[in-house]
Each structure stands twice: as structure tokens, then as C-alpha cells.
């Protein structure tokens, strides 16, 4: 699985950025899907989640701003960043890896295949 981040740059607090991945096989149904970022000096964290069944979780610091989702004709995953602020400053990463229905991952460890990352600023 290769997955092709896009999308970062610099943006104003307040403002909204649309996060891209692109992967190369269809994630749909068979695999769990996510969104994290790592912060300079910080541990990489998860920010949302898309599980097999097409739910979506997210980290608390960002509920009500950011939103997952995947375009199935594409093989992509979004990250839609709403009301940014400086604390969402990082690099972001998308991660996938095979999950049944019911499966759930979280963790960095529990993903095997990442993109190259995409920076986001906000300042």
C-alpha cells in the first residue's frame, strides 16, 4: 500500500485547510484508515480514524473542527480542517492497514503503511 500525502501549507488561525491522500488500493470496507501528526519535540498522534464500517472517530482537541473522510471512486482519504489554530501546527501523516469488520486500530504501531507527511502551519 502506498499512500501520497498533499495538501499542507500555511495558513492564519482561524482559517481552513484541506488535507489529500492518496492511496494505491481501494481502502473501502477492508481497512482502517487515519490521520496523525507529529509536532516538533512532540510523539506523532492520531487526530481521526475511519474504521471498516465507515465510522469516524477523533482526538478530543480536535472534535467539532476536523473531518475524515474517503472517496471510494478515487482511493482517497480527506482531512478537512476547519477554525485552525497554533497548536495544529505539524507534520501530518495518513496511515492505513487491513482491518476485518470490527477492528479497530489506534496507535502509530498499529499501522504498517504511512505517506511522507505534509506540513501544516499555522501562524
Known amino acids: 500500500v502506498q499512500l501520497v500525502e498533499s495538501g499542507g501549507g500555511l495558513v492564519q488561525p482561524g482559517g481552513s485547510l484541506r488535507l489529500s491522500c492518496e492511496t494505491s488500493v481501494d481502502t473501502a470496507s477492508t481497512y482502517c484508515v487515519a490521520w496523525f501528526r507529529q509536532a516538533p519535540g512532540k510523539e506523532r498522534e492520531g487526530v481521526a480514524f475511519i474504521d471498516p464500517g465507515g465510522e469516524s472517530t477523533y482526538t478530543d482537541s480536535v472534535k467539532g473542527r476536523f473531518t475524515i473522510s474517503q472517496d471510494n471512486a478515487v482511493n482517497t482519504i480527506y482531512l478537512q480542517m476547519d477554525n485552525l489554530k497554533r497548536e495544529d501546527t505539524a507534520m501530518y501523516y495518513c496511515?492505513?492497514?487491513?482491518?476485518?469488520?470490527?477492528?479497530?486500530?489506534?496507535?502509530?504501531?498499529?499501522?504498517?503503511?504511512w505517506g511522507q507527511g505534509t506540513q501544516v502551519t499555522v501562524s
Open positions: 496511515a492505513s492497514d487491513f482491518c476485518a469488520v470490527g477492528w479497530v486500530r489506534r496507535t502509530v504501531e498499529s499501522y504498517n503503511y
